[in-house]
Structures are given as structure tokens and as C-alpha cells.
């Protein structure tokens, strides 16, 4: 089992909906959470980090449930421009830190 | 403008041969990393610096070299040991390891021929 696990989708949803990404972790020494974007043949860039408290920025909500060792990224009024995979980073101490990257979950939005 | 610079962005290797990829950052970060990714694939961690003269392995380390120098400087060479190098190649850094945002340099996509 992967110490990340993400769906990995496609996730084909029209513009304007409301879409929900999970991402599970395994290992309960996890310490930061972060949610990355990733287009096409591109390099990953940080979409935000993710908080106990939960947090959101723009039409982005991220939630981390520390009990059920998940986190999730919701996008509201999805726009052609969100088509993405969307990568789900844990990081935990391991002598110093480790850094773990979901495989991503992909999402098309269409017009 | 800070930011970290990969090159070749296309690199094209013959069976056998050694190849080196670049990585300089003018961030100052103490942290780089090596990725290596597939199709359809997450980042998997091939090698990790967490300061100069220091690095360690990551989880497919076998049959890649790195060198760790210049804090500024973490070039990966993969080496004919490697059966299987082709792939997209991401070098990343932060300010320490495991610690906030990792910045990505542009990627250099190896294919053997």
C-alpha cells in the first residue's frame, strides 16, 4: 500500500461545478500537508498548504481530518483553467523529514 | 528573479552512456531534491541534500550519482547502471527538508534511443 493514496480519476466535470479531491494517509507521524498543481508537462507548484483548521483561498477549500489520515481539496465554479492533476504532499519526520507525493488525481473541465 | 533552473530541457541518451542533468538555485535554499516521474506516475525521490557535501538516497536511488558542492549546484548523473532512465527528471529545493513549499525547476525529459 502506498503511504499517499489518491484517486487517480479522471475527474471530467462541466465548468461552473463543484468538485471534491481526497487524498488518504497512512502514516499517523505526518506533520504538513500541502496540495500541489501540476499541468501538463509541466513542473508541480504549491496550490496551498493545507491546515488543522481548514482553510480556503479563492473558490480553493482544503480540509485535513487528522483522526481519518485524510486530506481533501474542494474547487468551487471550476473553470477551464483548473484542468490540472492535483498532487496531494504529506510530509513526516524520518530521521529528518520526508517529503511524499501522491501519483495526483486529474481533472478535465469542459465547457 | 530567484527561481531554480534546470537544463537540457530535452536530453537524448544513448544505451550505455552516462548523462548528467542540471539543477543551480539562487534561493538560498539549504534543501534539494531529485524526482523522477513517469507517465501517469507520482514523484518518486531519487536523491536528497540537505546541505553542501551532504546527501542521501531516496527511494530509487539505484543506478544515479549525485554531487552536492556548491549549495547552489545539485547535479544528478544517470548512469548506464540505470535500465530504465527514461522519464521526466524534476530537481526541487526549500528552505529545509520537509519544511514548507518545495519550488520545481522546468524539468528535463531523458528518452534513451
Known amino acids: 500500500r502506498k503511504e499517499v493514496e489518491q484517486d487517480p480519476g479522471p475527474f471530467n466535470v462541466p465548468e461552473g461545478a463543484t468538485v471534491a479531491f481526497n487524498c488518504t494517509y497512512s502514516n499517523s507521524a505526518s506533520q504538513s500537508f500541502f496540495w500541489y498543481r501540476q499541468d501538463c508537462r509541466k513542473e508541480p507548484k504549491l496550490l496551498m498548504s493545507v491546515y488543522s483548521s481548514g482553510n480556503e483561498d479563492g473558490r480553493f477549500t482544503a480540509q485535513l481530518n487528522r483522526a481519518s489520515q485524510y486530506i481533501s481539496l474542494l474547487i468551487r465554479d471550476s473553470k477551464l483553467s483548473d484542468s490540472a492533476t492535483y498532487l496531494c504532499v504529506v510530509t513526516r519526520r524520518a530521521g529528518g523529514f520526508k517529503t511524499i507525493f501522491g501519483a495526483g488525481t486529474r481533472l478535465f473541465v469542459k465547457a | 528573479d530567484g527561481g531554480i533552473t534546470q537544463s537540457p530541457k530535452y536530453l537524448f541518451r544513448k544505451e550505455g552512456q552516462n548523462v548528467t542533468l542540471s539543477c543551480e538555485q539562487n534561493?538560498?535554499?539549504?534543501?534539494m531534491y531529485w524526482y523522477r516521474q513517469d507517465p501517469g506516475q507520482g514523484l518518486r525521490l531519487i536523491y536528497y541534500s540537505q546541505i553542501v557535501n551532504d546527501f542521501q538516497k531516496g527511494d530509487i536511488a539505484e543506478g544515479y550519482s549525485v554531487s552536492r558542492e556548491k549549495k547552489e549546484s545539485f547535479p544528478l548523473t544517470v548512469t548506464s547502471a540505470q535500465k530504465n532512465p527514461t522519464a521526466f527528471y524534476l530537481c526541487?529545493?526549500?528552505?529545509?527538508?520537509?519544511?514548507?513549499?518545495?519550488?520545481f525547476g522546468q524539468g528535463t525529459r531523458l528518452t534513451v534511443v
Open positions: 534561493l538560498n535554499h539549504d534543501a
Open positions: 526541487a529545493s526549500s528552505i529545509q527538508q520537509g519544511t514548507g513549499e518545495a519550488f
